[in-house]
Structures are given as structure tokens and as C-alpha cells.
Antibody, heavy 118, light 110 residues
């Protein structure tokens, strides 16, 4: 049974760096073809893909946010970490992590709401 | 990369069929058979309904089907049910080896 869960601060101040952790079970990020991605959704708005890391440490980022994002993995801990620098109120959103293997984003975490406010 | 284009809303009566379109470019929807569709109920995480244009994951009703023609993909829901009322998002792999989502479509079951 594959599960994912996001964790991190619920409130960050403008200009701060956000660090989110995705802790998963039921699969290994050392298995060929597996990936974990991050997707966010501002309140009342659409999904936005942010980043993805593959089993072989290949990393992909949204072109519009690439300069602010870093994604890493800790295979031994079954965790993927996303950092986003220079947070702004427009980054207020629910942040999801999701599993990718034979099909993209077939399992999702419950999401974590991050509010950016002073 | 720009978001894929979806109609903001569609509606239908129970038992009817509806189709949601998802328009991209030759660099995403038109260039790859990696189009997926997600259903999202309020306050819930998205759920994968269709992958690789027309494949249904195990457990998804066969009332949901997908197709693609050129740069436009489509999700069809037949025999509409009240529980189908939700937001629907398409997604595609891109030529930059990234992923892009559509703007979302709100389905109302009348």
C-alpha cells in the first residue's frame, strides 16, 4: 500500500525559505522508473506542477520557478524534500507530493496548506 | 511552459454524457501520449482517473474514457452520476521533460 504525507510549516514570512518534507511508504525511490513530484494549489485555483525527482537522482523543475526550487531525496529515510526560497504571499497554497511510476501521479499525499504572511 | 487550456465549467444531467477538452501544443499534448486526467472533490487530493491518454487505473469506473486528437485531449464521462460532480484537471508530459497541468474544469451535475 503506497502512502505519502507532506509535512512542514503552516506559516512562513515573506522572503523566508520554505522546506517541505514528503515521507512515503509502500515503494522505494531506488527502484528504476520511480519518481516523486511536488504539485501545489493556491486556494480556489488550479494545480501547478513544481518539481520531480527520479530514482536515479534526475531532477526536473518548473521553468517558471526553477531558480527558487531545490528537490532532494533521502532513500534510506523514504523522504523527499522540497525547498522554495524567497517566499511571497502568492505562494500561499496547498502543497502536495505524489508518486510516479508506470503512470504519473497515481498516488497523492493529503496535502499541506502553507500560508505566506507577515 | 503555459498551462493547458480547459473550459472553466461544464454541466450535464444525470445519465447524460459530457466531454472535457484539454488543449496544448505539439510540445506537450500533441507530442506525447502522456496525458493524464485527475478528479478532485472539494478539500480532497486529486485522484488519477486516466493515464497515457486513454488508460484507466484499476478501480476507476469504465464510465470514464480518454482520447486525443492532435494537440487536444478529451475526457468523456458517460452515464453522469451525482458523485461525478468535481473539478477535473488534465496533465501532460512536455518536451522539456517536465509536467504541466490544465487550468481545471468544474463539472456540475444538474
Amino acid at each position: 500500500q503506497i502512502t505519502l504525507k507532506e509535512s512542514g510549516p503552516t506559516l512562513v514570512k515573506p522572503t523566508q525559505t520554505l522546506t517541505l518534507t514528503c515521507t512515503f511508504s509502500g515503494f522505494s525511490l531506488s527502484t528504476s522508473g520511480v519518481g516523486v513530484g511536488w504539485i501545489r494549489q493556491p486556494p480556489g485555483k488550479a494545480l501547478e506542477w513544481l518539481a520531480l525527482i527520479y530514482w536515479n537522482d534526475d531532477k526536473r523543475y518548473s521553468p517558471s520557478l526553477k531558480s527558487r526550487l531545490t528537490i532532494t531525496k533521502d532513500t534510506s529515510k523514504n523522504q523527499v524534500v522540497l525547498t522554495m526560497t524567497n517566499m511571497d504571499p502568492v505562494d500561499t497554497a496547498t502543497y502536495y507530493c505524489a508518486h510516479l511510476y508506470s503512470s504519473p501521479f497515481d498516488y497523492w499525499g493529503q496535502g499541506t496548506l502553507v500560508t505566506v504572511s507577515s | 511552459q503555459s498551462a493547458l487550456t480547459q473550459p472553466a465549467s461544464v454541466s450535464g444531467s444525470p445519465g447524460q454524457s459530457i466531454t472535457i477538452s484539454c488543449t496544448g501544443t505539439s510540445s506537450d499534448v500533441g507530442g506525447y501520449n502522456y496525458v493524464s486526467w485527475y478528479q478532485q472533490h472539494p478539500g480532497k487530493a486529486p485522484k488519477l482517473m486516466i493515464y497515457e491518454v486513454s488508460n484507466r487505473p484499476s478501480g476507476v469506473s469504465n464510465r470514464f474514457s480518454g482520447s486525443k486528437s492532435g494537440n487536444t485531449a478529451s475526457l468523456t464521462i458517460s452515464g453522469l452520476q451525482a458523485e461525478d460532480e468535481a473539478d477535473y484537471y488534465c496533465s501532460s508530459y512536455t518536451s522539456s521533460s517536465t509536467w504541466v497541468f490544465g487550468g481545471g474544469t468544474k463539472l456540475t451535475v444538474l
